[in-house]
């Protein structure tokens, strides 16, 4: 059974950087996809980005486009989430969710999600 769990929230200036990072374990590294979302209370959850093994199998919302970049660590079993040039609207709750083998289409929304980490604010002052 996989299990995903977060860390590197906190509070940072608009303008800043943070890394956010997704421990894996409980399945084989290379065939788990990892989503990251986020969401504010009172609003919808956002699927913000997600990559698997496979080249090119990538997906960054419009929303964090050029600013977020995510990424896999072999040597740590994780999936990183670099974000750059932060704004008050990336405050967020973020958390990342594991599928298998590839990261699934918007259309089938979260209905491959194995696993759910429990989440880490991001917070962005001005």
């Known amino acids: 059974e996989v299990h995903v769990v977060e860390s590197g929230g906190g509070l940072v200036q608009a303008g800043g950087s943070l890394t956010l990072s997704c421990l894996v374990s409980?399945?084989?590294?290379?065939?788990?996809?990892i989503n990251w979302f986020r969401q504010v209370p009172g609003k919808e959850r956002e699927r913000i980005s997600c990559m698997s093994r496979t080249p090119g199998d990538m997906f960054y919302a419009d929303s964090v486009q050029g600013r977020f970049t995510i990424s896999r660590v072999d040597a740590k079993n994780t999936v990183d989430l670099q974000m750059n040039g932060l704004r008050d609207e990336d405050t967020a709750v973020y958390t990342c969710?594991?599928?298998?083998?590839?990261?699934?289409?918007?259309?089938?929304?979260?209905?491959?999600?194995?696993?759910w980490g429990k989440g880490t604010l991001v917070a962005v002052s001005s």
């Open positions: 969710a594991a599928e298998k083998y590839y990261c699934s289409g918007l259309d089938i929304g979260v209905r491959r999600i194995d696993s």
């Open positions: 409980g399945f084989s590294f290379d065939d788990i996809a």
